[in-house]
């Protein structure tokens, strides 16, 4: 794979997003939370739940570790998927940035396994896991756009002008 998907960014509501597959900024319970995973539950009703619950009941007893990531059904979502990721807390005594790149990574080895063209993205650790903001842009931009992918578009779904003009400045930076 030489290809490299197309990242745009947009303000909005991940869970309103049309895409292949609706990367999920989850925790390692993958039984739902906060912030963005709250809402892909919510959004994504029983069957998003019970999803979830049959992996934590096979593959994944104790849960899924920062850096990894797994799909399951999007349930009443208008995506197929939902890439489940866990990123890393952002600590100032460690560099955790491997793990944020790989989130990001496995996200698009999973749509490259799921044969996804398009997928939605949301801030992965930037909210409630306290990554510096233009620091979590920077990561996830360049990652993004620089791993290999069969996936064609690769939406960061941002739910305000600020943390759209952070990630846009780093596209920018990025595309020099």
């Known amino acids: 794979m030489s290809n490299h998907a197309s990242v745009t960014l947009t303000i909005g509501d991940i869970t309103q997003q049309r895409a292949d597959a609706i990367v999920n900024a989850a925790n390692s319970s993958l039984l739902g939370g906060g912030g963005v995973d709250g809402a892909i539950h919510r959004a994504g009703g ?22 990894q990531a797994v799909a399951t059904t999007a349930g009443r979502l208008n995506a197929q998927w939902v890439i489940h990721t866990v990123g890393p807390m952002w600590t100032p005594t460690e560099d955790r940035t491997h793990l944020l790149m790989s989130s990001y990574r496995e996200c698009l080895r999973v749509a490259d396994e799921l044969a996804a063209t398009t997928i939605a993205l949301p801030a992965v650790s930037a909210g409630a896991y306290g990554w510096p903001l233009a620091d979590a842009a920077r990561i996830a931009i360049t990652t993004v756009s620089t791993t290999p992918t069969q996936v064609a578009e690769a939406m960061f779904v941002l739910h305000d002008e600020y943390t759209f003009r952070i990630f846009e400045r780093a596209l920018i930076e990025l595309r020099g």
């Open 46 to 67: 029983p069957e998003l739940l019970e999803a979830c619950r049959r992996l934590r009941a096979t593959s994944l007893p104790d849960g899924l570790p920062p850096g």
